[in-house]
């Protein structure tokens, strides 16, 4: 069974950059497929923010693209997040999740429980 | 890019009822529609991708159906642990996007 599991900080000062990362169990990254990052602010719907193939390729939401970059650590099965210029408008649940795009529908078929990131100095 | 509406917002129902949520987009995007269950505290979770393919594990009570701007998802008879929000998705193109959502109540 595929697992996922997201880990950073869950408090970030605003202006500073956020780095989370999700570890990945009983599948290699290596593999294939794409590994995405989602947020939901409190109250609100998902944000789709982006995503990175095994290979290095990404794809970023265009609303957010200046301010994220995603990478992948194949030896760690492990893929990141890291947001920059952070303001209270990021203050969400973020969750990572395999995107089967390329393979199937683009579904996320398994996601991690999420990490609650709040935004205050 | 596509945007995405959900019919009802809310919606109050009891165990055993019948239920459809409504998914509509902004453009046509032939199968590319996926819904998921939402809960507090749990990993969301897949429920119908490619618009009717029943995700492995997946309860047959759950079903999908519709193509190009309009989808439903169905659930035959409620279970008490059905009870939670569910979202549709599109990833037919960059940047994926999900529906506003569906609150499901307990009457």
């Known amino acids: 069974q595929v697992q996922l599991q997201e880990s950073g900080p869950g408090l970030v000062k605003p202006s500073e950059t956020l780095s989370l990362t999700c570890s990945v169990s009983g599948y290699s990254i290596s593999s294939g497929h794409y590994w995405g990052w989602i947020r939901q602010p409190p109250g609100k719907g998902l944000e789709w923010i982006g995503r990175i193939y095994h290979s290095g390729r990404t794809d970023y939401n265009p609303s957010l693209k200046s301010r994220v970059t995603i990478s992948v650590d194949t030896s760690k099965n492990q893929f990141s997040l890291k947001l920059s210029s952070m303001t209270a408008a990021d203050t969400a649940m973020y969750y990572c999740?395999?995107?089967?795009?390329?393979?199937?529908?683009?579904?996320?078929?398994?996601w991690g429980r999420g990490t609650l990131v709040t935004v205050s100095s | 890019d596509i945007q995405m509406t959900q019919s009802p917002s809310s919606l109050s129902a009891s165990v055993g009822d019948r239920v459809t949520i409504t998914c509509r987009a902004g453009q046509t995007m032939t199968h590319y529609l996926n819904w998921y269950q939402l809960k507090p505290g749990s990993a969301p979770k897949l429920l119908i991708y490619g618009a009717s393919n029943l995700q492995s594990g997946v309860p047959s009570r759950f079903s999908g159906s519709g193509s190009g701007t309009e989808f439903t998802l169905t659930i035959s008879s409620l279970q008490p642990e059905d009870f939670a929000t569910y979202y549709c998705q599109h990833s037919y193109s960059n940047p994926y996007i999900f529906g506003p959502g569906t609150k499901l109540e307990i009457k």
């Open positions: 999740a395999r995107d089967l795009a390329g393979d199937s529908y683009g579904q996320f078929d398994f």
